[in-house]
Nanobody
């Protein structure tokens, strides 16, 4: 059973920084696009950033220039560096990856449990 595990959330003041990390427990043969989403109670989950296996990135307009997504293909990990944080960035951040659990196996979507990020003074 493959699971993604996030770490790095917490409480930070406006203008501060946090770095989120996500790795897989269990074996993964290969990963494709990896993403960070965020969820606020009562609101739709939104895609914050994505990165392909080749390193192409996309960002939500409101985080462009403040957040940076990166990955380590050898370790099947993805990070999200968040700078100049704002109160409206407060959410549960979830890691998502399209991956094969074994060579030539199906590509499935895997999710982490989420990590809370709170931006408040």
């Amino acid at each position: 059973q493959v699971q993604l595990v996030e770490s790095g959330g917490g409480l930070v003041q406006p203008g501060g920084s946090l770095r989120l990390s996500c790795g897989a427990s269990g074996s993964i043969s290969s990963t494709y696009t990896m993403r960070w989403y965020r969820q606020v109670p009562g609101k739709q989950r939104e895609l914050v950033a994505s990165i392909t296996s080749g390193g192409s990135t996309n960002y939500l307009d409101s985080v462009q220039g403040r957040f940076a997504i990166s990955r380590d293909n050898a370790k099947n990990t993805v990070d999200l560096q968040m700078n100049s944080l704002r109160p409206e960035d407060t959410a549960v951040y979830l890691c998502n990856a399209d991956a094969r659990a074994w060579t030539r196996g199906p590509i499935n979507a895997y999710w982490g449990q989420g990590t809370q990020v709170t931006v408040s003074s």
